[in-house]
Every structure is written in C-alpha cells, then in structure tokens.
T-cell receptor, first 111, second 113 residues
Framework: QQQVKQSPQSLIVQKGGISIINCAYENTAFDYFPWYQQFPGKGPALLIAIRPDVSEKKEGRFTISFNKSAKQFSLHIMDSQPGDSATYFCAAANTGNQFYFGTGTSLTVIP | NAGVMQNPRHLVRRRGQEARLRCSPMKGHSHVYWYRQLPEEGLKFMVYLQKENIIDESGMPKERFSAEFPKEGPSILRIQQVVRGDSAAYFC???????????FGDGTRLSIL
C-alpha cells in the first residue's frame, strides 16, 4: 500500500513558469513532510521540509503548501529554470519512524 | 565536512554471489537508513539502524538480506546469493536523531549478471 501518493509522474514547464507537484497521505500520525531533489546518478538532496503546525513554508523560489484537513501538501517552484530539471520526491514521516516516499515526479524545464 | 559516503559506487556480481554495500554516515550522525530504488520508481525503505541496534527492518526481505551498524566502522548492507531481481540502486541516509532531516549518499548501483 502506497502511504504517500505523488502526482504528476512527469511535468514539462517553460522557463520562468511555475512547477507544481502534489502529494497526498493517509496516516494522520505523520508530522514531518520533506521534499527531495534528485539528479541522475546522485542521491536525493533535501530541498525543503514542513511540519503540520504551519500551512506554508517558503525558501527562495521553493514553497511548500500544506493542507492538514485534506491531508495534502504540494511543492511550488516559482520562476522555474532549466537547472531545476530533476526528479522530485515528497515524503512523510512520524517521529522516530521510517520515511515514506512518493514515487517521484520527473520535471523538465524547457529553455 | 564530508557527507554520507557510500562504496562502492558500482558493484557487479554474478548470480549466487554475495554483495556487500558500505555506508559511512555524516559526522555526528548515529541513525542510518537503507533504501532501494528501482528505475522509474521511488525509494523503498529497507531498514533503520542505530549504533549496534536494528530499530526497524520491516522493509527488508526475510531471506538473503541483512544489515548491521557496528560500534566502529560503516554500516553494511549484505545480500547473499544475489539474483537478477536484486539489481537496483541502494541508497543510504543518515540523521543525527530519528525524524530529523535525512541526508543521502550517492548510492551503490548493483548489477547482477
């Protein structure tokens, strides 16, 4: 059973546009929601993370929106750049336990 | 400040051989996690270890797979009698405490001939 569902599987965005990736979860015990960025041949790198006591967190061009009642969270990449082309994974975890990852979104930003 | 170090980066084994994957966590990190990633798929949790203890091995296949994190030295993921289906990228992550940001290594790509 997939604990975290991620969509879309792939995304193509024009340079300067907004990239939006969505995730949904079922387990209300989850209290930590990170996003990871992965380039080919490399390990995932932590991009930004949020806890359920806030509805939004922004770091530079990256924003997480969190909807606790809907059990959904999303990553927004503003002013998308070709260098943002990578695979993005959302994840969810509860204290002291394993992380559950989404299946990934392959983002391509066209110049 | 070295990150999570995994070796080897690439490992080729024949069916029936043993594969040993090593992971040195970041300095100061005592929690280690192993994940498997198949092409076009996400990361699948395998096992969570602290020094000398297995905390959660619910994602580990019951046979042929084992993991350890000794008091001294790297964490080891061991796969005995490898089969073609074991071909994947294996990633290790570490954190200073549970539920803290996990920092990943660049993985070991295992290929079974």
């Amino acid at each position: 059973q997939q604990q975290v569902k991620q969509s879309p599987q792939s995304l193509i965005v024009q340079k300067g546009g907004i990239s939006i990736i969505n995730c949904a979860y079922e387990n209300t015990a989850f209290d930590y929601f990170p996003w990871y960025q992965q380039f080919p041949g490399k390990g995932p790198a932590l991009l930004i993370a949020i806890r359920p006591d806030v509805s939004e967190k922004k770091e530079g061009r990256f924003t997480i929106s969190f909807n606790k009642s809907a059990k959904q969270f999303s990553l927004h990449i503003m002013d998308s750049q070709p260098g943002d082309s990578a695979t993005y994974f959302c994840a969810a975890a509860n204290t002291g336990n394993q992380f559950y990852f989404g299946t990934g979104t392959s983002l391509t930003v066209i110049p | 400040n070295a990150g999570v170090m995994q070796n080897p980066r690439h490992l080729v084994r024949r069916r029936g051989q043993e594969a040993r994957l090593r992971c040195s966590p970041m300095k100061g990190h005592s929690h280690v996690y192993w994940y498997r990633q198949l092409p076009e798929e996400g990361l699948k949790f395998m096992v969570y270890l602290q020094k000398e203890n297995i905390i959660d091995e619910s994602g580990m296949p019951k046979e042929r797979f084992s993991a350890e994190f000794p008091k001294e030295g790297p964490s080891i993921l061991r796969i005995q009698q490898v089969v073609r289906g074991d071909s994947a990228a294996y990633f290790c992550a570490s954190s200073p405490m549970g539920n803290q940001p996990q920092h990943f290594g660049d993985g070991t790509r295992l290929s079974i001939l």
